[in-house]
DNA sequence: ATAACAATTCTATCATTCTAGAAACGTAGA
DNA sequence: TCTACGTTTCTAGAATGATAGAATTGTTAT
C-alpha cells in the first residue's frame, strides 16, 4: 500500500462519526446495512451521512450496493489488512523496533492471511 | 485502547508531513532526532515543524527529551502496537471478519508481543 | 403518470487544520 | 553578561473539513 493511500484510509477512520459507521458495518458483518438503518442507529441525518459514506467509499473502506429502494453499505475489511501491513512494515520496525507480527526476515509482505480469499 | 485515544493517534498520522515525521524517525531508532535535523531532511521550515511535533506528541506518538541545546524527538513504538491491536479488534472480526493474527477466542487484548520490554 | 420512500447533491455556514514569518524563549559557550 | 544557536509560541491568512436544511435524483408500486 502507498503511503498516500495510506494517508487517504487514515483520514477516512480519524473521525468520530466515520470510524462509528466503518465500525457499525463491521459488526453487521459483510451484508452490511442500508443508509437509513445506519442513520438511525447512529443518529445522524442523512446529507451528514451521506458526505462521510463518500468519504468512506473514497477511501475503499466500504463498498456499496443497491438493493431494491435500498443502498447497502459493506465494509471492505481488507483495506484494515492492508493499513495494518502499513503501519507493521513502515512504523514498527526499521533498525530495531519491536512490533507486532514476529518479523521473519522482512515480511513476504503482503500474502494476505484470510480476507480476500 | 479507547476510541477517543485511537481517533487522536489516527489524526496524528493521517497528515503527510507527520506521517513522514513518524516514519523517520522510526527509520532512526529509539534514539530520535533533534528537531533540527529532522526539519532539514524533510525541507520543514521550523514553526511548521514545532506544530507537527506538537500534535504528535500530543498523540503519543513520539516523546521529547533535552540534550544539550538540542531536542531529541523519538518514536513511541508502542502507540502503534496499540493502534493496531484496536484495528484488529475493532474494525475486523466482529461476525464473521477475517483479519490479520488469528483470532483465538476474543483476543487475550494487549498481551503486547516485544515493545514496551 | 403519480405517489411514496430512499439516498444523494446543492448550498451555505461554521469550525478546524495547515502554513510559515516574526518575535520570544531557552541553553550553552565566551 | 553578551552572543549564538536551537526551538517554540504568536499571529494571521489560506485551505480544508463538518454540519445540516432544502432541493433533487433514483426506485418501486399503484
Redesign the pocket.
Known sequence: MKTADTIKVL?ALA????LAIFRLLVEQGPEGL????I?ERLG????????????LLHAGLVT?R?S?????YAPVISAIDELVDYLTENCCVGSGGTCAPAPAAKRPAAVKRGTKA
Open positions: 483520514s473521525q468520530e462519526s466515520r442500508p443508509v437509513g438503518m442513520g445522524l441525518p442523512n446529507a451528514t451521512l451521506s458526505f462521510h459514506l463518500k468519504e456499496s443497491q431494491g429502494r435500498f443502498i447497502y
